[in-house]
Structure formats: C-alpha cells, structure tokens
Nanobody
Framework: EVQLVESGGGLVQPGGSLRLSCTAS????????MTWVRQAPGKGLEWVSGINSGGDSTTYLDSVKGRFTVSRDNAKNTLYLQMNSLKPDDTAVYFC??????????????WGKGNLVSVSS
C-alpha cells in the first residue's frame, strides 16, 4: 500500500521559514517523480512544486520561485520542501503526492493527508 506522510508544518511569522517532509512507503520511491500541492482556506488545490525521480530537475509555481526549494533523499524515501520568506498567502494545507512516472509530466496517483502551514503575526 502506498503511504505518504507529511510533517513539519505549523505556525510561523511572516518572513520565517519551515521545512516540510514527506515520508514515503509502499513503492520504490526513487523511481517516481513527486510533487507538493497546497490548498488555502476556502480555495481550490494549487500545485506548488515538482521534482523528478532522480532529484536533478525541479519546477515551481511562479509565486514561490526563489523562496521555496524542493528536494529529495532517495536513500531515506523522503521528499522535502524548504520554505523561506513565508508570506500570509502561503497559509494552506500542504500535500505531497506521487506522480505515476519518473518525471512531473505524468498524472498524480497517490496523496498524503496534508499538513497545515499557517503564516501569521
């Protein structure tokens, strides 16, 4: 069974930093691209970032470029999202998800339960 478990969220002041982690199990993590998606209160899902299976290709939502960094440790079956210079608009539940292939051009086929990030003073 594929399982994705996010951690590392919480409350942070504007301008602060957080690192989200997503621990994967039930599949060969190093064979699949991964992604972060978020949902702000009362809004729809918004794709944030993607990373290929090898970790050497990444892509970002324009509004987080230069502030967020996605990475992965295939030896630890873990996906990360380093979030710096956080803004109130970044407040959302953040989900990690698995793509059905090695690149982020495939469809997403598994999701975690999400982790809340709140940015407020």
């Amino acid at each position: 069974e594929v399982q994705l478990v996010e951690s590392g969220g919480g409350l942070v002041q504007p301008g602060g930093s957080l690192r989200l982690s997503c621990t994967a199990s039930g599949f060969t993590f190093s064979n699949y691209a991964m992604t972060w998606v978020r949902q702000a209160p009362g809004k729809g899902l918004e794709w944030v970032s993607g990373i290929n299976s090898g970790g050497d290709s990444t892509t970002y939502l324009d509004s987080v470029k230069g502030r967020f960094t996605v990475s992965r440790d295939n030896a630890k079956n873990t996906l990360y999202l380093q979030m710096n210079s956080l803004k109130p608009d970044d407040t959302a539940v953040y989900f990690c998800a698995k793509y059905n292939g090695m690149t982020y051009y495939y469809a997403m086929d598994a999701w975690g339960k999400g982790n809340l990030v709140s940015v407020s003073s």
